[in-house]
């Protein structure tokens, strides 16, 4: 099993989040690796009064590429730049204790107000 996974997101690393506005950011993971394969994702770094959330894993044939969102939902004083840092660690479905690299995506987070 070789466990290989890219990681992209479509829509630029850089999003506005207003405050208490639910934002979304699709986040595209493509399967390279030879087997079919379970992502584990995980949010690994935000300011603690964000509202940060992604699916808990994908599962992807290989050469298949799928689509998912990260909601990001910024505190209501919030105003400037942030980043989060999202992770996505492959596992071989047939064989879960099979585990490739993990990958991680930073996003940019702003807000200035008028």
Same mark, same amino acid.
């Given at each position: +099993?070789?466990?290989? %996974? !890219?990681?992209? *997101?479509?829509e630029g690393n850089?999003? /506005?989040?207003?405050?208490? =506005?639910?934002? /979304?950011?699709?986040? @595209?993971?493509?399967? *390279? @690796?030879? @087997?079919?394969?379970?992502? /584990?994702?995980?949010?690994? $770094? !935000? ?14 044939? =290989?050469?298949? +590429? ?6 990001? %939902?910024?505190?209501? $004083?919030?105003?400037? /730049?942030?980043? %989060? ?5 492959? !596992?071989?479905?047939? $064989? ?7 990958? +991680?995506?930073?996003? *940019?987070?702003?807000? !200035?107000?008028?």
């Amino acid at each position: +099993y070789l466990p290989l %996974i !890219h990681g992209q *997101l479509p829509e630029g690393n850089v999003i /506005e989040t207003p405050p208490l =506005v639910q934002v /979304e950011l699709p986040i @595209g993971i493509t399967n *390279l @690796g030879n @087997g079919k394969t379970i992502v /584990e994702n995980e949010v690994v $770094n !935000h300011s603690s009064d964000w509202t940060v959330s992604i699916p808990a894993q994908l599962i992807l044939d =290989v050469d298949e +590429y799928k689509e998912m969102n990260l909601t990001i %939902i910024a505190p209501s $004083n919030f105003s400037g /730049e942030d980043t %989060i840092r999202v992770s996505f660690t492959p !596992h071989s479905f047939d $064989n879960y204790s099979l585990v490739g690299q993990t990958c +991680y995506l930073t996003i *940019l987070v702003y807000y !200035h107000p008028s």
